[in-house]
T-cell receptor, first 116, second 112 residues
Framework: GAVVSQHPSRVICKSGTSVKIECRSL??????MFWYRQFPKQSLMLMAT?????????EQGVEKDKFLINHASLTLSTLTVTSAHPEDSSFYIC????????????FGPGTRLTVL | DQQVKQNSPSLSVQEGRISILNCDYT??????FLWYKKYPAEGPTFLIS?????DKNEDGRFTVFLNKSAKHLSLHIVPSQPGDSAVYFC???????????FGSGTKLNVKP
């Protein structure tokens, strides 16, 4: 099956620092990647949609200057949490939609971010 | 505003019995529905889907039922196995698949 990896799986950082999370589709090309955030006991909340080679589309209420998304290739998207604060602590999950496969998306294992 | 709702945060079922997980939605434009399974510290994995032109889709032990008039779908697992213990999310999308809306999940515990 299609595999999506995320790195790192867990990160702890100090308040005010920036953290980069990578999302890679390992065995397929993904024209579209999605970034979600999950709070405890809540649903996955879509943060932004990124298409390879173009600017990401952010959902309402998500600060694009705080959550920088880059989709530089068909297999890699990155999410950078800039000037992280404790309230940014969360579980971040990416997913990738295969080129030509519009009706599903494959999820990465997630990244647990803890901001001290 | 939660467009996809899973009102039962948890469900406990005996091994071998049927598990029924429910999901409600509010947007009549949703055209495609999916169920995902998630283990702790892992990303969700796709389980089964159904398009709005159908009312039932079956894959092995898993069957999804769709009641469009009630804006309700359910996932049936028969027979339930301890390995099915996980959090199950339902998700919905409009026809263009540009955005998926997720429910808050139901934690299923299948007791041996």
């Amino acid at each position: 099956g299609a595999v999506v990896s995320q790195h790192p799986s867990r990160v702890i950082c100090k308040s005010g620092t920036s953290v980069k999370i990578e999302c890679r589709s390992l065995d397929f090309q993904a024209t579209t990647m999605f970034w979600y955030r999950q709070f405890p006991k809540q649903s996955l909340m879509l943060m932004a949609t990124s298409n390879e080679g173009s600017k990401a589309t952010y959902e309402q209420g998500v600060e694009k200057d705080k959550f920088l998304i880059n989709h530089a290739s068909l297999t890699l998207s990155t999410l950078t949490v800039t000037s992280a604060h404790p309230e940014d602590s969360s579980f971040y999950i990416c997913s990738a939609r295969p080129a030509g496969g519009a009706d599903t998306q494959y999820f990465g294992p997630g990244t647990r971010l803890t901001v001290l | 505003d939660q467009q996809v709702k899973q009102n039962s945060p948890s469900l406990s079922v005996q091994e071998g019995r049927i598990s029924i997980l429910n999901c409600d939605y509010t947007n009549s434009m949703f055209d495609y529905f999916l169920w995902y399974k998630k283990y702790p510290a892992e990303g969700p994995t796709f389980l089964i889907s159904i398009s709005s032109i159908k009312d039932k889709n079956e894959d092995g032990r898993f069957t999804v039922f769709l009641n469009k008039s009630a804006k309700h779908l359910s996932l049936h697992i028969v027979p339930s196995q301890p390995g099915d213990s996980a959090v199950y999310f339902c998700a919905a999308s409009e026809y263009n698949f540009n955005k998926f809306y997720f429910g808050s999940g139901t934690k299923l515990n299948v007791k041996p």
